[in-house]
T-cell receptor, first 110, second 116 residues
Framework: EDKVVQSPLSLVVHEGDTVTLNCSYEVTNFRSLLWYKQEKKAPTFLFMLTSSGIEKKSGRLSSILDKKELSSILNITATQTGDSAIYLC??????????FGKGNQVVVIP | GAVVSQHPSWVICKSGTSVKIECRSL??????MFWYRQFPKQSLMLMATSNEGSKATYEQGVEKDKFLINHASLTLSTLTVTSAHPEDSSFYICSARPGQDTDTQYFGPGTRLTVL
């Protein structure tokens, strides 16, 4: 059975803090790992990772994949209240389907 | 670019009626569209995968006769919840993939269905 596990499930930080979110997976025929940010409605795409060790960055967000450890981390530096959201990790499998984790709920307080 | 729309954004219906939800890719052609359901405080659950011009592939446990999916064109897929019941109340999200060579999916804004 495919598993995508995210930790921590929820956390509260102050503005300016750095957040590190973890996603570990056990899936058959791994193809890629994707991170999404979900606020009030549907998720918005953040990153897609296919190769180990190559960091992807977008502003204050960055992510990296470790295929040996079957995991990925998503970092958010200098957090702002607008970063409050659920961050979803999804793994794309060989059959082109996505398996989602339960999400990391991040609350940034002023 | 890569915008996916859903209509309606929310709908309230009576038990026993059918509801149709549309998913459109506005500025690209989507060979594959996916339908997800989200329960409160839970992750997205894939319901079915639809490819243009062919029958949808349903995930285990999803009733194909209850959740009818049609992908008649490269820009439109519809999900019809037939004979809706209160337990069908949920947030339904579609996503669209521009081609076979990409893993990226673009999500629609979702449709909140409430069955009374």
């Amino acid at each position: 059975e495919d598993k995508v596990v995210q930790s921590p499930l929820s956390l509260v930080v102050h503005e300016g803090d750095t957040v590190t979110l973890n996603c570990s997976y056990e899936v058959t025929n791994f193809r890629s790992l994707l991170w999404y940010k979900q606020e009030k409605k549907a998720p918005t795409f953040l990153f897609m990772l296919t190769s180990s060790g190559i960091e992807k960055k977008s502003g204050r967000l960055s992510s990296i994949l470790d295929k040996k450890e079957l995991s990925s981390i998503l970092n958010i530096t200098a957090t702002q209240t607008g970063d409050s959201a659920i961050y979803l990790c999804a793994v794309k499998k060989g059959n082109n389907r996505l398996a989602f984790g339960k999400g990391n709920q991040v609350v940034v307080i002023p | 670019g890569a915008v996916v729309s859903q209509h309606p954004s929310w709908v309230i219906c009576k038990s026993g009626t059918s509801v149709k939800i549309e998913c459109r890719s506005l500025d690209f052609q989507a060979t594959t569209m996916f339908w997800y359901r989200q329960f409160p405080k839970q992750s997205l659950m894939l319901m079915a995968t639809s490819n243009e011009g062919s029958k949808a592939t349903y995930e285990q446990g999803v009733e194909k006769d209850k959740f009818l999916i049609n992908h008649a064109s490269l820009t439109l897929s519809t999900l019809t919840v037939t004979s809706a019941h209160p337990e069908d109340s949920s947030f339904y999200i579609c996503s669209a993939r521009p081609g076979q060579d990409t893993d990226t999916q673009y999500f629609g804004p979702g449709t909140r269905l409430t069955v009374l």
